[in-house]
C-alpha cells in the first residue's frame, strides 16, 4: 500500500480539524479542501489547495458545484492496482486522492426550526458531501474516509506506523459512511413526506 500523498476535507463539524489536518501537513500530505473550512486551516496557518485550483474550474452555481468534477472523482475512484485506471489517470492528468474526510450538510438540525421553509430544507440537503463519501467508500480498498472526528487519531497513528491505515480500518470507516448516508436519505425522506403539496406556498 503506498503512503496518503493528498486528503481532502471538507467539514461542516471543524471540530478537531486543526489538530488533524495540522498532523497531516507534518507528515507530507497535501491538503485540498473549500470554502470555510479551506478559511479555517487557514487562519490556524495550515497550508490547502483549494480545490477549484487542484482542477482548474471555479465553484459556480452558489457553492452547489465544486467538487463534482472528473479530477476529484477519479483521484478518489481510480483503483491504484488496476493497471487501465492507472494509464487512464496518467493521461488525464488524475491525482490520487487517499483521504476523504467530510460531513454533512446539517439538514435535521434546519428542518428543526419550526419556521423552516421547504426552500431553506431543500438547499440544505447535501449533494457533494454524499457523493464524495459514497466514492471514497465504494474504494475502501484505496480510500480512507472520515465521517467522524472520533476517528482522526486513529487514522494518524496508523498513517505514523506505516504511512497508511490498514485495510480494516478502511473498511470500518466505509461502513460508518453507508450507516450516515442511509440515516441522512431517510430524514430527507421522511421530511419532505410529510410536506402538503396543496398547501405550502412553495407551489403557488
Not at 57 to 62: A, G, I, Q, R, V
Request: proline residues 3%.
Amino acid at each position: 500500500m503506498k503512503k496518503v500523498e493528498r486528503a481532502l476535507i471538507s467539514l461542516t463539524d471543524k471540530s478537531g480539524i486543526e489538530g488533524f489536518a495540522g498532523a497531516l501537513t507534518e507528515l507530507g500530505v497535501e491538503i485540498l479542501s473549500t470554502g470555510g473550512t479551506a478559511k479555517k486551516m487557514r487562519d490556524n496557518g495550515i497550508a490547502v489547495t483549494d480545490v477549484s485550483e487542484f482542477t482548474g474550474f471555479p465553484e459556480m452555481l452558489d457553492g452547489r458545484v465544486k467538487t463534482l468534477h472528473p479530477l476529484v472523482h477519479g483521484g478518489i475512484l481510480n483503483q491504484r492496482a488496476n493497471v487501465d485506471h492507472q494509464q487512464q489517470c496518467a493521461k488525464y492528468g488524475i491525482k490520487d486522492i487517499d483521504i476523504v474526510a467530510v460531513n454533512l450538510y446539517a439538514f435535521e438540525k434546519t428542518v428543526a426550526d419550526p419556521d423552516c421553509t421547504l426552500a431553506d430544507a431543500i438547499e440544505n440537503i447535501d449533494i457533494g458531501g454524499p457523493t464524495l463519501l459514497r466514492a471514497a467508500a465504494k474504494n475502501f480498498q484505496d480510500v480512507t474516509v472520515i465521517v467522524d472526528p472520533a476517528d482522526y487519531e486513529q487514522v494518524l497513528t496508523e498513517i505514523r506506523a506505516d504511512g497508511n491505515t490498514t485495510l480494516k480500518t478502511r473498511f470500518r470507516l466505509a461502513v460508518k459512511v453507508f450507516e450516515l448516508t442511509s440515516t441522512y436519505d431517510t430524514a430527507i425522506a421522511g421530511w419532505l413526506n410529510k410536506v402538503d403539496v396543496e398547501s405550502n406556498p412553495f407551489f403557488r
